[in-house]
């Protein structure tokens, strides 16, 4: 299961890592025996808490009342329940949603996902928190300008998995690279080649600082210090992109990081760096465990 | 009058009936505890029978909660 892979890194964190579920207390159980799962799983059968917590999903109900005949319908239900057909089997699950508490409860982050199958990975919640994780295999870049640290959240992706690129970038002496913002010159940003399998979201930039730069007298957002950049992406889960892909043992992304840096007294022209990433295929446990009558 | 309150009391039930007939559109932004609450509280078993609570889950240096749709299916 995708979360007991990752358990670890969270444990070593500090953090307790907890499910809620509808199933019934004997599901959960069979599930934990079947997969070795070793946090904390809860049942919330007859899904009174996830009511309460206000994430039940009405669209089974929908599902089950209105049928799926309706176009619109139709696309609601497989965006929110499944791809299959209504069944009496999905009333009462909850939205699939991650929390983040603080040591008090209090919720520090919390992610969605847009569509059913999609599953923000423990190490990708874990980037943007600034764990450290293990070790990953990195691309590593030197510029005249900056030292560039490349790699991916994860080593292996599941379809409909939400994932990171990380980009560590280290401005050398005297040395600023432009920001969002800095409307003139060329901000640096990812240009991911396309790919009909992954669906980029907005990248996810550090707080800039304003440098006062004296050759062209102004005042522009740049980064000075190290900064780090987040790259989400979404692995798409739709059972087309399991079949067009069945067989296949890895994925490879290409792009380029595009930027423009320059020093207190001169600068360089816009530049590109070349980069991918190559990251293993798995599957996704949606099995039910086997019962002993089975 | 009274026949009138009645007739208004009547269209507005049918309204209220089909509006909640009728399914929404999701919002999750609006779904779940927000940044900076606290959760509700609640009282359930884990796979071994133990009993947790919204106060006990709590770990060392924080908290991960996964809501899943099913872990049967």
């Known amino acids: ?175 600023h690279v432009y920001a969002p913002g800095a409307d003139d010159y060329q901000v640096v940003s990812l240009n991911l080649d396309p790919n009909p399998y992954i669906q980029e979201m907005a990248m996810d930039y550090q707080e800039a600082v304003d440098y006062y730069f004296e050759p062209f007298d102004e005042t522009i957002p740049v980064y000075l210090q190290p900064f780090s950049l987040i790259q989400e992406l979404v692995f798409d889960g739709d059972p087309s992109t399991q079949q067009a892909l069945r067989g296949q043992e890895s994925i490879t992304l290409t792009g380029s990081l595009e930027y423009q840096a320059c020093s207190s007294t001169f600068c360089y022209p816009p530049a590109s760096i070349p980069l991918f990433w190559t990251m293993e295929l798995r599957d996704l446990v949606f099995r039910r465990p086997m019962t002993e009558e089975q | 009058m009274k026949a009138t309150t009645t007739f208004l009391l009547a269209i507005g039930f049918l309204l209220s009936f089909s509006l909640f007939a009728q399914p929404e559109t999701i919002d999750l932004s609006t779904r779940g505890p927000q940044v900076g609450e606290t959760l509700p509280e609640f009282s359930l078993p884990d796979q071994n029978g133990d009993l947790w609570t919204q106060e006990s889950i709590l770990g060392e240096n924080g908290t991960m909660l996964v809501f899943l749709r099913s872990a049967d299916w």
């Open chain 1, 1 to 175: 299961m995708e979360l007991q892979r990752d358990v670890e890194a969270l444990r070593e964190a500090g953090i307790n890592l907890v499910t809620i579920s509808y199933d019934s207390q004997e599901a959960i159980k069979r599930f934990s025996d079947a997969f070795g799962i070793s946090f904390t799983m809860l049942s919330d059968e007859g899904s009174i808490v996830i009511e309460r917590f206000n994430l039940l999903n009405p669209v089974p109900q929908w599902g089950m009342e209105f049928g799926v005949d309706d176009p619109e319908m139709a696309e609601t239900f497989r965006t929110y329940v499944s791809v299959t057909r209504p069944n009496e089997l999905f009333v009462g699950i909850s939205f699939p949603g991650t929390f983040i508490l603080d040591t008090s409860g209090i919720v520090q982050e919390r992610h969605f996902e847009d569509f059913y199958i999609e599953r923000n990975t423990i190490a990708s919640v874990l980037l943007r928190r600034g764990e450290d994780l293990d070790p990953i295999e990195a691309m590593q870049v030197t510029t005249p300008q900056f030292n560039l640290t490349t790699y991916t959240s994860n080593t292996a992706l599941a379809f409909g998995n939400r994932f990171a690129l990380m980009f560590d970038i280290e401005p050398l002496e005297d040395m």
